[in-house]
């Protein structure tokens, strides 16, 4: 479960990895141009990639990516561990089905033993959108008048996973755009949230 400190969260009782959301910049093994996309890269040392993304099965390596009301999503596994920045263009493009895909493929983790956790982002409550997302989202929008909506983006990517058959799902903690302690880019703020994990 999530448990609130200092800088941010952490994430308690997941053993060998270590998986936090930090207010204060923290060194990345990986420096990651992020895109809003759904490509995932696997860090093997290398110190910049374009992607939204990020694998690897490097002990000691931290890495992660930096949001602002799209949620980070941790694949946290014994063998591997993922960092995935998912706002809608990534979630709708399959950022899940690629960190999922990849760890499966690269390290034989089956998509059932992974631990995902969402860290904090916009909820459903106050991400409006257009009705432009209207195709994408269907049953995932709520109408709220004006040609505006509401869109759940962690129910979105829930319904994903259950499709993959991922049995341990832990929600997030906030909401970026409720908590004033967290950066969102709705309010306006220039910070991101820094999202990262460690495999032990």
């Known amino acids: 479960m999530w448990k609130r ?11 060998g990895v270590e998986v ?24 093997r040392g290398q110190r910049e990639e374009v992607g939204d993304g990020v694998l690897t099965d490097v002990r000691g390596a931290r890495i992660g990516v930096k949001v602002a009301d799209c949620y980070p999503i ?8 993922g960092v995935l920045h998912a706002g809608w263009r990534g979630s709708v493009r399959g950022i899940l089905h690629e960190g999922l895909s990849l760890m ?9 033993s992974v631990t995902v956790a969402f860290g904090p982002g916009i909820c459903g409550r106050c991400y409006e959108v257009g009705e432009d997302l209207k195709p994408y989202f269907g ?4 109408p709220k008048g004006n040609g505006k909506y509401l869109l759940d983006l962690y129910e979105y990517n829930l319904k994903i996973l259950r499709k993959w058959g991922v049995k341990e799902v832990i929600p ?3 909401c970026t755009y ?11 703020d220039k910070g991101r949230l820094y999202a990262y994990a460690v495999l032990l």
């Open 74 to 81: 941790f694949l946290v596994s014994e063998r591997a561990v």
């Open 104 to 112: 499966h493929s690269l390290w034989g983790v089956d998509p059932e």
């Open 178 to 188: 409720e908590d004033r302690t967290l950066y969102s880019y709705r309010r306006g």
């Open 172 to 174: 997030p903690p906030a």
């Open 139 to 142: 049953s995932f929008l709520k």
């Open 5 to 15: 400190d200092d800088k941010g969260f952490v994430l308690d009782g997941v053993k």
């Open 20 to 43: 936090a959301i930090s207010r204060e910049p923290v060194d990345l093994a990986l420096k990651l141009k992020q895109i809003h996309g759904a490509r995932v890269v696997v860090y």
